[in-house]
């Protein structure tokens, strides 16, 4: 079964940046959208940023201005990279596929922001 696959995680100060990717682990047909979800302990998921197959972003108004989405259509892979991070950015980051057929979840990365 294909898994879609995170890394980039890890312990970063505040200010700075990580760079997250998702990947397949094969081939995934009929994707519509890519996203980026995070979970802090005690909280609810909450989406963080998406984007469409032709390219057009939203992002979660906590992180406009520092977090940017974009896909490798070719690989089928989702990048965030994460500018300017702070202490309430620390949460599990899942990616996650959208399909007709049913949506893909990655087993999430850890993201902790902390001096």
């Known amino acids: 079964q294909v898994q879609l696959v995170e890394s980039g995680g890890g312990l970063v100060q505040p200010g700075g940046s990580l760079r997250l990717s998702c990947a397949p682990s094969?081939?995934?047909?009929?994707?519509?959208?890519m996203g980026w979800y995070r979970q802090a302990p005690g909280k609810q998921r909450e989406l963080v940023a998406a984007i469409d197959m032709g390219g057009s972003t939203g992002y979660a108004d906590s992180v406009k201005g520092r977090f940017t989405i974009s896909r490798d259509n070719a690989r089928n892979t989702v990048y965030l990279q994460m500018n300017s991070l702070k202490p309430e950015d620390t949460a599990v980051y899942y990616c996650?596929?959208?399909?007709?057929?049913?949506?893909?979840w990655g087993q999430g990365t850890q993201v902790t922001v902390s001096s």
């Open positions: 996650s596929y959208r399909r007709a057929g049913g949506d893909y």
């Open positions: 094969g081939i995934i047909f009929g994707v519509n959208a």
